[in-house]
């Protein structure tokens, strides 16, 4: 006896019949080596893996005559076919079985000198396909089915898609189907899509209905894609079911301008009444010039330049027709001088920016036109703050100072009807920092309330331009000298220490030197007198009379040598 080698090679798949179910096997490769055999003669060759008895007939050693393969269960036939000198020849066949026994042939291949050649059926993961080969590639006529069962068990076959192969690539005219639907019909030219492509609705059910045209050229998108709608997926409402999907048809219209596979050319997409959406153009895939953007349902159009995808250039927002903004873009980012309005043409403020960061001044406007609110910003930080009456004359000052604590230090000026009052706050945000937008809305709430807005600092009181209160606070505490402006001629200090006071005297404003001796008035205004004293030496010595500010008075109080009696 010799040993042999031989290497038989079944490239097609084999349905194999087991005792409980079908199983499908592809793409099966017997590998036979050191096989005894002789030079003559049948030869047996046993895959219990996949139950399967394969008989080779040999003549003058190799493989000649027909070939037959047996299941090892039923020892029914499986496959046949003829093989002459090794090569497979002419046609093999495939058999199933049904609960009877009754054969089937179920699928079948022609060889030509062991290339597959001609005709043929296969079934292939639960596809069944027709067409054919030469030279061991497809060509001619090709259809492949899906395979399934309905409840009664009948087979049921639908088409998933049919066309033509070319040398084992496809070409013509191609049909595909999903679920029994049309989904696409397309040409192919050696094996790559060509010319116009169609795509239908899947999801209506009773019409096959155009949804996209593609162009393509050897494969590539070149031209336009026309999609004349979509469909959008949203979660259901009135619903707590998060599984639940709403589907919804949107009957736009959009065509695309394709080059060389890329975006290149006009764009534009229209709504069912032929409204445009958005027009521009793209150069290879990216937004270049400008571009307009369009809500019929709130009345707006958005005008965008693009610079290679980024936003570069004149913004401009209209609603009603009516321009609302206007500003610039710099590489994506804001820049210059935004100026916003309303629908009646009405200014209502202008902002500024360096490279997308809030700088210089924002000026909000009145109803009448002037000027009502001023922020200056400095790297995107209100550092000034300003508002005015309706004459734009300033009657609120704030300029902020930013401690590394996360505390304001606040500079404050107020324009009264007969006075500039000047103060310094210490006001302390919470974690997210000062609030721009909400901070004149929170002083004009809690601007008096010294919790909110800490004293720290100088205290001021000017009428007709003259001091008239000087002082200092620490951490809303009176502490220092504080003078008082009420008489043309003397001055009244107060001296605090840690809120009390310790002393007062009246001093000759121009020499602050103490006054010698004299009765003096102190004044709320033109003939309107606050307090009637008595001077000797800097302090208080006789009667004091104190005045309401309608010139009633208030107490009378009796001093000697500065010491109440």
Known sequence: MKIYYLLILLATP?????QSSDIYIDNIESKISALDTVGSGKVEFVDSALNIK???PFKAKKVDGKVEGYYLDNNKLAFSGKSIKNLKQGLWEYYSYDSLGTPTTFQWFNYDNDSLSGPFMQIKANRLINGSYLNDSLDGAFKSQLISSDDSGNTILAVLDSGLYSKGKRYGEWVFFKNGKLFQIGYYENGLMHRNWKEFDLLDRDTNTLMVETQYFEGTKTGNEKIYFHYDFIPCPDTEDTNCIDTIKVMEFEQIPWQDGEMTGSYFKTDEKANTLEKGTYNKNKKMGEWVFTDPISKTEETINFLDDVRNGPYVLKVNSKTTITGTYAQGKKSGTWTYRDETGHKLRDENYDKGIRSGD????????????????????????YEYNKDEVETMIFEFRYKTNSAVVIKYQELNKDSLVFKDFVFQPDSGGLNDETFM???????????????????VVKKDGQPDVMGTYSMNVMTGNWDYYYNPSILWRKVYDMGFMKFEMFLDKATLAPIDKGDYVL???????RLEIKVKEGLRNGKSTYYKVDGEVLKIEKYKDGVIQ
């Not at 009448?368 to 000034?384: C, H, I, Y």
């Open 362 to 385: 924002w000026s909000y406007y009145q109803s009448q036109g002037a000027l009502g609110l001023k922020k200056v910003f400095a790297n995107d930080t209100m550092v000034e703050l």
């Open 14 to 18: 084999i349905l194999v019949f087991g």
């Open 54 to 56: 394969v008989v080779y």
């Open 523 to 529: 004044w709320y205004g033109a003939e309107r007198p």
């Open 441 to 459: 809305e929170l002083f004009k709430t809690s601007g008096k309330d010294t919790s909110v807005f800490i004293l720290d600092g100088g205290y």
